[in-house]
């Protein structure tokens, strides 16, 4: 600073960098152990399946499926990959209205919360121990054909308003990708590139997108 009480511009960048990590430390020290993780829905034709048996077959990003070309019944599964642990995941789908209703089979955690029937619906699979694991697959749900092209979007969970994976601590984290799926001539999302919105999508915003 000058003998007029100007401050020179080292110093103002000195404090403006000083200020702005100021906000993001808390951020770092509150972040729980799946910073990188992402939440894509792979989409199958439908099948007699069970939570052992015409499971999806998931090593990485680029066995996930997020297009279904045909216009008959499909089935379509949550996938969280990158993951590091896990104590509870929740979320919800939401599709368009016109399709009706879907069958959603849970096939993980050890206690079950919420239940996916209509679009926008949520569920949150809890385990009592601690989850070492990079891919989770949560279950499946089951759709008849589809009266129309559309995509199915990951959502968040309306009853806690969270999309995202808890770990083994208790802490938080949303995805930082997730990949919708297309049926019936529609597109869906890269899961490997992540290219669509990083930010979980809330019902109130599902339900202006599909009026």
């Known amino acids: 600073m000058d003998l007029t009480g100007r ?9 403006f960098i000083t200020i702005a990590l100021s906000f993001l430390l808390p951020v ?3 972040a729980g152990s799946n910073l990188s993780f992402k939440a894509a829905l792979h989409v199958m034709p439908h099948e007699d399946r069970t939570c052992d048996i015409g499971w999806p077959q998931v090593a990485d990003c680029s066995d996930i499926n997020t297009v279904y070309t045909g216009c008959d019944d ?19 789908l939401a599709w368009p209205a016109d ?3 879907c069958v959603f089979t849970p096939c993980a955690g050890d206690r079950i919360s919420g239940a996916i029937v209509s679009s926008g619906d949520g569920i949150a699979h809890q385990w009592d121990g601690c989850q070492q694991a990079e891919i989770v697959i ?11 092209p559309g995509q199915i979007v990951l959502t968040a969970n309306p009853l806690t308003d969270f999309l995202g994976a808890t770990d083994c601590a208790g802490t938080r984290d949303l995805a930082i990708g997730l990949a919708a ?3 019936c001539g529609m597109p869906g999302d890269d899961p490997c590139s992540c ?3 990083s930010e979980p999508y809330t019902w109130s915003g599902i339900k202006s997108m599909f009026r």
């Open 7 to 15: 401050r020179r511009p080292l110093e103002a960048k000195v404090v």
């Open 28 to 30: 770092t020290l509150w």
């Open 74 to 92: 499909f089935d379509v599964f949550p996938v969280f990959f990158d993951l590091v642990e896990v104590g509870r995941i929740e979320y919800g």
């Open 99 to 101: 399709w009706g209703d």
């Open 138 to 148: 949560t279950g499946y749900a089951w759709f008849g054909s589809p009266v129309t």
């Open 181 to 183: 799926s297309g049926v």
């Open 195 to 197: 290219g669509c919105g």
